[in-house]
């Protein structure tokens, strides 16, 4: 085995937990002076007072600086509905290609419907650099990213995969945790299912990093586990659940839970590539907030 091929197989993965938003922002690269990808960003955002910050931002900066890593890709895993995305600062700090699976289109009409945007808001995935199919491959230096299409949470969803490491976005949580939610507009418990099966018939010791925590208990937060603790342990997805049980657990659980605190300025916001609605003519940009909409 060469070393570029050893390099692909087991990539430095550095995460950075979001506390507010419980995310997981991550650095993947193949060591210092290397080019990197940038998954899964976030913009601090105050919903009391309408005022964003860059300090989680700001320590993906850091972190990038401190390894001299070149800045490849800004990737999205989808739409998210609990954090605005920071790729619009990072890519201006750092550079890259802000990148998000290509049915992020299909997400983008159903927003723009329910938030009658601008006639000029296109739904076609314009607002990023480039849209991902399943299956792609993109680099990142000498690392190969490869998309997989992980439908369900949303009908946009893509996991990344670079050697051992996949970055599986909202499909799984932690095994304590179980599963992402399927009640947004176009999720599907079913699609979901399918999905995560995907992901765990890779190799056992392959390891899965999430892009959330929701430590139970007093467990401290984690965020990277593998297949085989996955087909394990999961609670909701454990080997032996079948698709007609967990579509069921999953459809009774989602009709528990309330929205996400920041899903409007969220989605607004990331269905633009991170970037804020137009300014109006006093120079300020303005979120919405459709009633009885939603
Ligand atoms: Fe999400």
Redesign the pocket.
């Known amino acids: 085995m060469t070393s570029s091929a050893s390099a692909q197989r087991v990539p430095v993965v550095h995460g950075l937990f979001d506390g507010a938003t419980w995310t997981v922002t991550y650095v993947v690269h193949s060591g210092p002076g290397s080019a990197c990808a940038i998954i899964d960003s976030v913009l601090d955002y105050d919903p009391k007072s309408g005022r964003t910050r860059t300090t989680s931002a700001d320590k993906v900066v850091d972190y990038v600086a401190a390894n001299d890593l070149k800045v490849a890709w800004i990737l999205e895993t989808?739409a998210?509905?609990?954090h605005l995305s920071a790729a619009p600062y990072l890519k201006k700090r750092l550079g890259g290609q802000v990148a998000i699976g290509h049915q992020i289109a299909r997400v983008q009409q159903v927003f723009k419907g329910l938030f009658n945007l601008e006639p000029d808001f296109r739904p076609d995935g314009s607002q990023f650099d480039r849209l991902l199919a399943d299956g792609e491959e993109f680099k990142v230096g000498a690392l190969v990213g490869k998309v997989m299409a992980v439908p369900g949470?949303?009908p946009a969803c893509v996991a990344y995969q670079f050697g051992d490491a996949v970055f599986v976005?909202?499909t799984l949580f932690m095994p304590d945790v179980g599963t992402?939610r399927c009640d947004f507009p176009g999720g599907d418990a079913r699609a979901l299912y399918a999905s995560i099966r995907k992901l765990l018939s890779l190799p056992a010791q392959t390891r899965l990093f999430m892009?959330h925590d929701y430590p139970p208990n007093d467990r401290p937060v984690a965020f990277e586990t593998s297949v085989a603790a996955q087909r394990a342990d999961n609670i909701h997805v454990h080997d032996g659940v079948t698709e007609a049980q967990y579509v069921d657990m999953r459809t009774r659980r989602d009709a528990t839970l309330e929205m996400p605190v920041l899903i409007l300025p969220a989605v607004q916001v990331n269905i633009r590539a991170g970037e804020m609605p137009p300014k109006e003519s006093n120079g300020t940009a303005y979120l919405k907030i459709p009633i009885n909409a939603l």
């Open positions: 989808h998210h509905a609990d949470h949303t976005g909202d992402a892009c």
